[in-house]
């Protein structure tokens, strides 16, 4: 794998028009966008929790050819009690995925609904996700990880399919300096992703029991066949950073002819990237992948109190710079699906055309 020579960085501020209700941009879907097959551009997405579900969501209102690559290291919550008693990957973050791609009909919003809902009772189903447990039950019916997963998202109706990143649960370690409040200074090993998620002291790597994972088939096939690949937003060293440590799907994501695109948070996350910068999410990721390359980083300009610091971190990748409203407009820290799509939109439409595929 040979890192390209980094192209000058640039940073556009996207100034959408075609404003819809309450300012928002009217995204018109897969109009116009073609792949470089002359069809809609087939889009995989690589990450987990929320922060898929946030990219899914958008991805889904421009393109009808979407796969999402879910990672398979949680062990907590609902996932983790069926993934220790069962010997399972652990479906929740599939599951959300999963729900994100239902379509905004009745059916598909009643099925989001149905798989996402959780029984509480005084007993041992307490907490479980509907959705966790039609996943596993397919498991054991059919014993194909991703027959399930096409079956689940056929009855959902899902725009889109559904794959996980490995065929084998994995638990994920970081090496943390502070961990332990009274050696502010020792750097030590935490276990788990639920562990790692909420740790106290500062993130320097993680890794991946095995340590080299097989990665789906048909994960890898997605990427090398793609037109377009977007990572993240997401957990960073729990969600997005784990893909760049399967083996496989790193090579896939050096070998693809497609152009990568990087969503970066709309802010740190308390525990696990606190007080990091989004030039320094780009660090982290190149200190885990050094032959990455990237083709664009998309960020909220709100996000960004220097610009010129991220365009540098940027031109490290190969990468230009787009920065676009994709902010829910309540402040909180969460992605706007609709203003998500108008920014994957517009990156697809004006970097599609930008010189031949690689």
């Not at 991805?59 to 979407?66: E, F």
């Not at 090398?224 to 893909?243: E, K, M, Q, R, Y």
């Not at 695109?261 to 200190?287: D, I």
């Not at 990455?292 to 010129?308: M, S």
């Amino acid at each position: 794998m040979t890192k390209r020579s980094p192209r000058p960085g640039r940073l556009r501020q996207s100034v959408l028009p075609a404003q819809g209700g309450m300012g928002r941009p009217v995204v018109r879907i897969g109009r116009g966008i073609r792949g470089r097959r002359g069809t809609q551009p087939k889009v995989v997405a690589l990450g987990g929790g929320m922060g898929l579900s946030a990219s899914l969501a958008a991805l889904r209102r421009i393109t009808g050819d979407l796969t999402a690559v879910v990672t398979v290291a949680d062990d907590g919550g609902s996932s983790g009690r069926l993934r220790d008693e069962m010997g399972v990957l652990p479906p929740g973050d599939l599951r959300k995925a999963l729900a994100a791609l239902c379509g905004d009909d009745d059916w598909g919003q009643t099925w989001a609904r149905v798989i996402q809902h959780r029984f509480q009772s005084s007993g041992e189903m307490h907490g479980h996700a509907v959705g966790n447990l039609l996943i596993v039950a397919l498991w054991e019916q059919l014993g194909d990880h991703v027959q399930a997963l096409d079956l689940v998202g056929k009855l959902l109706g899902a725009h889109g399919r559904v794959l996980p990143m490995s065929a084998v649960p994995l638990e994920l370690r970081a090496l943390v300096r502070g961990h332990d409040p009274d050696r502010p200074d020792e750097v030590g090993t935490v276990r788990g992703q639920a562990t790692v998620a909420l740790t106290p002291g500062e993130v320097q790597t993680v890794h991946l029991e095995p340590h080299d994972p097989p990665a789906v088939p048909e994960a890898v096939a997605a990427v090398l066949d793609a037109d377009w690949v977007v990572l993240g937003p997401g957990s960073w060293f729990t969600s997005v950073i784990p893909h760049l440590l399967v083996p496989d799907l790193l090579e896939a994501l050096a070998r693809t002819k497609a152009r990568r695109v990087l969503s970066l948070n709309l802010a740190p996350q308390p525990g696990e990237t606190e007080g990091f910068s989004p030039q320094r999410h780009l660090e982290v990721l190149g200190r885990h992948a050094p032959k990455l390359a990237l083709d664009v980083v998309l960020a909220d300009k709100a996000a960004v109190p220097d610009a010129d610091s991220l365009t540098e971190a940027a031109r490290g990748f190969g990468a230009a710079v787009e920065l676009a409203p994709v902010a829910r407009p309540d402040g909180s820290p969460r992605h706007d699906p609709e203003l998500l799509a108008a920014a994957y939109d517009r990156i697809f439409r004006m970097h599609g055309r930008i010189g031949p595929w690689r």
